[in-house]
């Protein structure tokens, strides 16, 4: 009779144990999607007073976004270890693949970049989709948004974005727009801004040192700034000449369908 029961009580933990392994697994790894667009607009830094000589740099560790197709996540300063695993389980294989862009046709921003673009009065920069895990502050990897580390031509946005968790999710911009400095009283220039770090190893590294690239602009202008998001909320990041659109939602707000919420500031109107 007791081995009855002992056998009985036993199923019933198993039984509760997973039950309870996808909750505590969505809880663990609080995967998310993000849609990030980024835009110029070519006449807004007429008025302004720009810093001369802005504090424009890389972060010693970083990552970038991989293309639908490529089976690894590009090397960027450091690899982000905390989405490895020595041994792929049955259960990360039911996670989706982190920080790889989505295809195109789901960017709940395109109508939006598309109109933004029969205006005129926009550029648009960047604008991807993709999926990741949101960590604490001290683990997340800042996000390259630029290969101006594989060599080609110079890009005219350059810079990160970081996205992490502390009590809200936070969005940390460190953009700057390269610029030919029409807004400018003379011939100056400033020195140019670091290129950013390779996305795979170079070449060079084996064949000689690396060539030397001519900055082909002016000036450049930065877009410094830290916003606290909600998930599910379009947030709109405003400056005289560069605008981002962010959207952050969680993985089960996605399935849901949950209604998305007002954006926090006035949007750019096409």
Known sequence: MPDRYSAQFARILVCTALLLA?????????????????????????????????DLAYPEMARFLTSQGERSAPLGSAPDRSTTSVEPSAAASLQPTPFTTLPSTQREFASKANSMHRSG??????????????????????????????????PELQGTVNLYRSNEINLETNLWLNTQGEYLHSVWRMPPPPLGPPSVAPQSAVSG???????????????????????????????PMLGVLVKVSSLSETDAGAPSQPATSTEPKP
């Open 22 to 54: 996808p909750v505590a697994l969505a809880q663990a790894d609080k995967w998310y999607r993000v849609e990030l667009m980024v835009f110029s607009y070519p006449a807004g830094g007429a008025a302004e007073q720009w810093d001369a000589t802005p």
């Open 121 to 154: 009065r926009y550029r648009i920069l960047f604008h991807e989709a993709w999926i990741q895990p949101m960590k604490g502050q001290s683990a997340a990897l800042p996000i390259v948004l630029d290969r101006s580390g594989d060599g080609g031509k110079w």
């Open 209 to 239: 040192p690396k060539e030397e690239r001519t900055y082909p602009y002016r000036h450049a202008v930065l877009l410094k700034q830290t916003r606290l998001l909600r998930s599910g909320e379009t947030n709109y990041l405003d400056h």
